[in-house]
């Protein structure tokens, strides 16, 4: 089984920034696609961010309305995923989830992420 733990969140000003961390434990594969995700009140979970390994390449998937914004990184060697997010908007104000596939493609989709963290809320005051 796979666990996500997350942390990080809180209150910041607009233009400010924020680093989301999520650690995975559990039988994980240490190539397994992992994307952020987020919702806000009223409003569907929508996709944040991805990272996934093709082959000897890792590469990265953003949402329109955080592209050169966010940056989703991962270090291995500690099994943690996180998301640095930078000039944060009022907009951007939702509860975090971080995500775990069992496939292998980098993907948006939220069926393929079959594992979630508890979510954290992040709150940007305008």
């Known amino acids: 089984q796979v666990q996500l733990v997350q942390s990080g969140g809180g209150l910041v000003q607009a233009g400010g920034s924020l680093r989301l961390s999520c650690v995975i434990t559990?039988?994980?594969?240490?190539?397994?696609?992992m994307a952020w995700f987020r919702q806000a009140p009223g409003q569907d979970r929508e996709f944040v961010a991805a990272?996934?390994?093709?082959?000897?390449?890792?590469?990265?998937h953003y949402a329109d309305s955080v592209k050169g914004r966010f940056i989703i990184s991962r270090d291995i060697f500690k099994n943690t995923v996180y998301l640095q997010m930078n000039s944060l908007k009022s907009e951007d104000t939702a509860v975090y989830f971080c995500?775990?596939?069992?496939?292998?493609?980098?993907?948006?989709?939220?069926?393929?992420?079959?594992?979630w963290g508890q979510g954290t809320q992040v709150t940007v005051s305008s």
């Open positions: 995500a775990y596939s069992t496939g292998v493609e980098l993907t948006a989709d939220r069926s393929s992420y079959a594992y």
């Open positions: 559990g039988r994980a594969s240490s190539t397994a696609p």
């Open positions: 990272s996934a390994h093709i082959g000897y390449t890792v590469s990265t």
